[in-house]
């Protein structure tokens, strides 16, 4: 089961966002999408996930067309994180994690376990009864995964569970960068197929089973890292002349600008 990309092109306000892609998301793959800035990556994930309708070529989620599956059947195999989250009511930690759960009946005990299990995945324990709109950009960034991640904490017996991540990490410090691609892979180990839109290429490299990059709308290469990342890719998307390693632990590419 996949989320599947046929032929799409998006033209929005007399511009051609997207342009003839065609792109696969597996189960239990991470598939990272890279690119400079307006390169189209965050339309992609929103004609991927239906907040968008393509202007041409056909998105499938689990074997169907994106738009056969309603609302709710949708909402409990899919979970998306947007780039930016505008919540300005006085929610604590839990509430804000608690609005995951919405799509299921498994009852407030349960749902209550979840969202203390999904704060404590991410450092976030500590926030369950502060208000959100008093967390710092960080903190906010965490509780917004952990909401996400509630949606899609237990299986679905309707299809395959995606999460699609639109730059997860761009408010974390270090530890928290590492922590959250941890548990995209624990998430990917577990079936989960994941997507996600980064802007540092060596957090894309080190995640990635898929990496896809984006140029002008259109998808500039697509693979495993080993095979995507070369300093002539980097110098005609980038503009940024860089030299390819290897990285001593983990022996992805590593990117030295």
């Known amino acids: 089961m996949t989320m599947l990309a046929k032929d799409i092109s998006l033209h929005l306000s007399?511009?051609?966002?997207?342009?003839?892609?065609?792109?696969?998301?597996?189960a239990g793959k991470v598939t990272a999408i890279v690119g400079p800035n307006g390169a189209g990556k965050s339309s992609l994930l929103k004609v991927l996930?239906?907040?968008?309708?393509?202007?041409?070529?056909?998105?499938?989620?689990?074997?169907l067309l994106l738009n056969q599956w309603s609302l709710l059947e949708k909402a409990q195999m899919l979970?998306?994180?947007?780039?930016?989250?505008?919540?300005?009511?006085?929610?604590?930690?839990?509430?804000?994690?608690?609005?995951?759960?919405?799509?299921?009946?498994?009852?407030?005990?349960?749902?209550?376990?979840?969202?203390?299990?999904?704060?404590d995945l991410v450092d976030a324990s500590y926030l369950q009864r502060r208000f959100y709109t008093q967390m710092s950009g960080g903190e906010k960034q965490r509780v917004q995964l952990?909401?996400?991640?509630?949606?899609?904490?237990?299986?679905?017996?309707?299809?395959?569970?995606f999460l699609v991540l639109d730059e997860p990490t761009s408010a974390f410090d270090l530890s928290h960068q590492k922590l959250t691609l941890d548990i995209v892979r624990q998430l990917a180990e577990r079936g989960v197929?994941?997507?996600?839109?980064?802007?540092?290429?060596?957090?894309?490299?080190?995640?990635?089973?898929?990496?896809?990059?984006?140029?002008?709308?259109?998808i500039a290469a697509q693979g495993r890292p080993e095979a995507?990342?070369?300093?002539?890719?980097?110098?005609?998307?980038?503009?940024v002349k860089s030299i390819i390693s290897e990285h001593p632990i983990t022996k992805r590419p590593l990117v030295i600008t």
Not at 94 to 111: C, M, S, Y
Not at 193 to 218: E, F, K, Q, S, Y
């Open 14 to 26: 007399g511009f051609d966002l997207l342009r003839n892609i065609s792109l696969e998301v597996e």
């Open 49 to 63: 996930t239906g907040e968008m309708p393509v202007t041409k070529g056909d998105v499938y989620f689990n074997s």
């Open 79 to 119: 979970a998306v994180l947007p780039q930016h989250t505008l919540l300005n009511f006085s929610f604590t930690a839990d509430e804000v994690v608690g609005l995951g759960r919405i799509p299921h009946q498994t009852g407030i005990a349960k749902d209550l376990q979840i969202v203390a299990e999904a704060l």
């Open 146 to 161: 952990a909401r996400v991640l509630a949606q899609i904490w237990q299986p679905s017996i309707l299809g395959e569970q």
């Open 193 to 218: 197929g994941v997507v996600m839109v980064l802007h540092d290429l060596n957090l894309a490299a080190r995640c990635a089973d898929n990496l896809v990059v984006i140029d002008g709308g259109v």
């Open 228 to 239: 995507v990342l070369t300093e002539a890719l980097i110098d005609k998307v980038f503009g």
